[in-house]
T-cell receptor, first 118, second 114 residues
Framework: AQKVTQAQTEISVVEKEDVTLDCVYE???????LFWYKQPPSGELVFLIR??????QNEISGRYSWNFQKSTSSFNFTITASQVVDSAVYFC???????????????FGTGTQLKVEL | NAGVMQNPRHLVRRRGQEARLRCSPM?????VYWYRQLPEEGLKFMVY????????ESGMPKERFSAEFPKEGPSILRIQQVVRGDSAAYFC????????????FGPGTRLTVT
């Protein structure tokens, strides 16, 4: 069975600080997708990134960057120069590439509440 | 191109009543997934449906919960005889194919049982 662990329940930072959200996953499968979603106070889920297990290249998108390391089963998310609007709950998720059985569901971590203060 | 639609956005039910949650997938998507988010928790998979078929219901509670995705119309998640513990946000997601990597989420329905 798959498992996603986000050990940081809550993080508070001051605006303009950099912050890294940790995500560790467990799966016996070798092919899978990893995701990050943002859930702002309004409650909807906002897709941030998808990464497949074949691609360990790190990615940068504006102030956001992701560090995928298969050796440590981690997919960490860094926000550079954080802003108050970044305050939200961030979820990491895993989806297997297999098409049978449980291959189509997303397995979510419990989320990290990020609070960015002025 | 409308995204995934869910209605109602907020639903209040008294204990013992039935709750019906609707999900209209994105245009061209025939695969629907339901997830439940209990207060202060992450999302948990409930059920995966394709048109007229339940593919995986491994996350569905054995009693009181059912789901359908008819040939015409939205997918329905039905909760009979609701209890306080059913209070949660229910999210629907859709994808165009079974092997599609991404699932597109709706805004969720917040169910409150009083």
């Amino acid at each position: 069975a798959q498992k996603v662990t986000q050990a940081q329940t809550e993080i508070s930072v001051v605006e303009k600080e950099d912050v890294t959200l940790d995500c560790v996953y467990e799966t016996r499968d070798t092919t899978y997708y990893l995701f990050w979603y943002k859930q702002p106070p309004s409650g909807e889920l906002v897709f941030l990134i998808r990464r497949n297990s074949f691609d360990e290249q790190n990615e940068i998108s504006g102030r956001y960057s992701w560090n995928f390391q298969k050796s440590t089963s981690s997919f960490n998310f860094t926000i550079t120069a954080s802003q108050v609007v970044d305050s939200a709950v961030y979820f990491c998720a895993l989806k297997l590439l297999i098409l049978t059985g449980g291959g189509n569901k997303l397995t979510f971590g419990t989320g990290t509440q990020l609070k960015v203060e002025l | 191109n409308a995204g995934v639609m869910q209605n109602p956005r907020h639903l209040v039910r008294r204990r013992g009543q039935e709750a019906r949650l609707r999900c209209s997938p994105m245009k061209g998507h025939s695969h629907v997934y339901w997830y439940r988010q209990l207060p202060e928790e992450g999302l948990k998979f409930m059920v995966y449906l394709q048109k007229e078929n339940i593919i995986d219901e491994s996350g569905m509670p054995k009693e009181r919960f059912s789901a359908e995705f008819p040939k015409e119309g939205p997918s329905i998640l039905r909760i009979q005889q609701v209890v306080r513990g059913d209070s949660a946000a229910y999210f629907c997601a859709s994808s165009p194919r079974r092997d599609s990597g991404e699932q597109y989420f709706g805004p969720g329905t917040r169910l409150t049982v009083t």
